[in-house]
């Protein structure tokens, strides 16, 4: 079964949309961190808009020197991923670009059964990109297994991530880095199964 990976910038307070508003550098280390991340995967969810911020981006900076050997490189990987762009309406084409398609998901059950069936097939990881609505409907739909967040030390206001979740959801920690910029990048996997009880009391957490 194929993991589908949430691998996101984000602030201290876990917020996802407009990035322009509180993201700041990513050092050469952190990009680094990320691309090798992307290595393992072979398919992008996205949402249109999104979509369309990434061709207008990706394609040309597959010739791009300004940018720097791991740009060119994650400009390859984009170019040859299997992106698959999806809309709760059939109306609006997409712009063309290597190896896009657009999904037509008319409500959750029918997203949920498409991911299913995705994950179920052979192939890397699936890379969750975004925008917000798309990325917290997966979340709360309980259908992304890993988290790879780049926290930037920051508060600001917006979106958070886990706004549509249901209920609790239990991650176990994989591992973590930090970088000269400042940003702490945490990187957990899903705990699938029974969920642990309520406590009764703050007594019952100390160990």
């Given at each position: 079964m194929r993991n589908i990976?949430?691998?996101?910038m984000t602030t201290l307070d876990?917020?996802?949309d407009d990035p322009l508003a509180w993201m700041g550098t990513v050092v050469e280390e952190q990009y680094r961190a990320i691309d090798r991340l992307y290595a393992g995967y072979d398919t992008v969810l996205?949402?249109?808009t999104t979509y369309e911020e990434m061709v207008g981006y990706w394609p040309g900076a597959l010739a791009d020197d300004a940018n720097g050997e791991?740009?060119?490189i994650m400009a390859k990987r984009m170019h040859d991923y299997r992106k698959i762009v999806f809309s709760r309406a059939g109306e609006q084409a997409i712009s063309p670009w290597n190896n896009a398609e657009k999904v037509v998901a008319l409500d959750d059950a029918a997203l949920s059964r498409y991911l299913m069936e995705l994950k179920a097939a052979p192939g890397g990881d699936i890379h969750l990109s975004g925008g917000a609505?798309?990325?917290?409907t997966v979340i709360g739909l309980g259908l992304v297994d890993r988290y790879h967040f780049f926290v930037?030390?920051?508060v600001s206001p917006g979106e958070p991530w886990f706004a549509r979740?249901?209920?609790k959801n239990e991650l176990r920690l994989m591992g973590s880095e930090h970088y000269s910029n400042g940003v702490v990048g945490v990187h957990y996997a899903a705990v699938r199964g029974p969920k642990s009880e309520r406590p009764r009391s703050f007594s019952e957490l100390i160990a």
């Open positions: 990976v949430l691998q996101m876990g917020r996802l996205v949402g249109r791991t740009n060119r609505s798309l990325a917290q930037y030390p920051v979740l249901r209920e």
